[in-house]
């Protein structure tokens, strides 16, 4: 059940990172070079996250996009269609996925196996 949980989180910020940057490069008054490093990277680390590939680094890479808009000093982005309280959810949201990990339903999981921690049980020993 965890594993569907962190799919389901990776899923809807990557998928909603996709779009933003989709609208970003389609609404760019100007098309220039820098919009477009930004609307391609924002694609590329959103579908990565989606995809559970490279986890922690797309996350961050997601989380500081959301972070950039959440600190614009304007209301609202005029470029993208999100304002700053829901890009603080998706930096909150990116932040738990680094946190947490990819999940079971990652490509992460898949190429680079699972990883389970094992506590040893505290062996109770005689005193001396």
């Known amino acids: 059940m965890p594993g569907i949980g962190l799919l389901l989180l990776r899923a ?3 998928v909603t990172g996709i779009v933003q940057s989709c609208y970003y ?3 760019a008054g100007s098309f220039t070079l820098e919009s477009w490093i930004v609307g391609l990277l924002g694609i590329a680390g959103s579908t990565l996250l989606a995809l ?3 986890t922690q680094a797309a996350g961050a890479a997601v989380g500081a996009g959301y972070a ?3 600190l614009t000093w304007g209301g609202t982005s005029s470029v993208l269609f999100i304002d700053r309280l ?3 959810f ?9 946190l947490l990990g990819p999940g079971a339903f990652s490509l992460d999981a898949r190429l680079f196996g699972r990883r389970e921690i094992f506590i040893p049980r505290q062996i ?3 005193s001396s």
């Open 12 to 14: 809807t910020i990557g």
């Open 25 to 27: 490069l389609a609404a």
């Open 52 to 54: 559970g590939l490279l």
């Open 68 to 70: 950039a808009v959440a």
């Open 86 to 88: 829901a890009a603080l």
């Open 90 to 98: 998706g930096l909150v949201t990116a932040v738990a996925i680094v």
């Open 124 to 126: 109770d020993r005689p």
